[in-house]
Every structure is written in structure tokens, then in C-alpha cells.
């Protein structure tokens, strides 16, 4: 059976998460989801230190979220991030963002990313260990 790289990540609202009624600002989750996003790649061998090494960053492309229900000021919400797509130079994650209280879906989002190498800002194949250890994940021709 072929491994899928999941995360899961947990965050609690603060107040700079949100506006002047305790509701969540649209661009807080988006840096929830970057984080389970940063967490996820870690997993898939692209860890902080290394990229800062290496200068070799995987960089979002395409950003698509729909907002289903609002997070609130002291809310508890678990951000569920898996692999979804791997393609010759983009992949594409997805998450999923609940309330934990109640399991509430708030938020669905995918992304597409591209690996760039800096400073040339170029971008560059995925691993080519990559076509194996996520075949099941590979977009069909």
C-alpha cells in the first residue's frame, strides 16, 4: 500500500485572528494553513533548515478556499493537510479546517505549489524519487 503524506495541526483563534466581532479574518487562515502547509512538506523531506541551505523552496502557485462557517475568538480548530496531486513540476495539497468542539467544517482549500530555486527564482522537476513513492498520486495524462 502506498503512503500518502497527511498532517494534522491544531490552532487556537487569538485576537489577531479576528475582526472587531470575534469572527475570523479570511487571510488568518490562510496562515493557519501555512503552517500545516510548512508541517506537511517536512514530512514530504523538505524540512526548514535543509531549504535554507539549499535555497530550494516549494512555492504556492494557485491558492483556491471556500468558506463554509466562521471561526470565532477563542475557538479550537484542527487543520487536517494531505498531498493530493504530484504532477512533473507542480503538486497540489488539500485541507480541511474544523472546529474541534463540534466538528464543524469551516474551511476547504487546495493548493498548487511549484519546488523554485533561489535566487534565480527558477522552477525546478519535483524529486525524481517522487514518481515512485507517489504514483498512486500522479495526474493522469
Same mark, same amino acid.
Given at each position: 500500500? #502506498?503512503?500518502? @503524506? ?11 485572528? =479576528?475582526?472587531? %466581532? ?12 501555512? =503552517?500545516?502547509? !510548512?508541517?506537511?512538506?517536512?514530512? +514530504? ?5 535543509? +531549504?535554507?541551505? !539549499?535555497?530550494?523552496? @516549494? ?14 475568538? %477563542? ?21 480541511? +479546517? ?9 474551511? =476547504?482549500?487546495? #493548493?498548487?505549489?511549484?519546488?523554485? #530555486? +533561489? @535566487?534565480? %527564482?527558477?522552477?525546478?522537476?519535483? @524529486? ?14
Amino acid at each position: 500500500m #502506498q503512503e500518502t @503524506p497527511t498532517i494534522e495541526t491544531r490552532e487556537e483563534v487569538m485576537f489577531f485572528d =479576528t475582526d472587531c %466581532g470575534g469572527v475570523v479574518h479570511n487571510i488568518a487562515y490562510l496562515r493557519m494553513i501555512e =503552517t500545516a502547509r !510548512t508541517r506537511l512538506a517536512g514530512l +514530504m523531506g523538505m524540512k526548514l533548515r535543509e +531549504m535554507a541551505h !539549499t535555497h530550494l523552496f @516549494p512555492v504556492v502557485v494557485r491558492t483556491e478556499i471556500d468558506y463554509k462557517k466562521p471561526a470565532k475568538l %477563542g475557538d479550537e480548530l484542527i487543520i487536517h493537510g494531505r498531498l493530493e496531486t504530484v504532477e512533473r513540476v507542480r503538486f497540489w495539497c488539500s485541507f480541511e +479546517m474544523r472546529r474541534a468542539e463540534d466538528h464543524a467544517l469551516l474551511i =476547504t482549500c487546495r #493548493q498548487s505549489l511549484a519546488l523554485v #530555486q +533561489m @535566487p534565480e %527564482g527558477r522552477p525546478v522537476r519535483l @524529486p525524481e524519487d517522487w514518481k515512485v513513492k507517489y504514483a498512486h498520486l500522479a495526474k493522469e495524462k
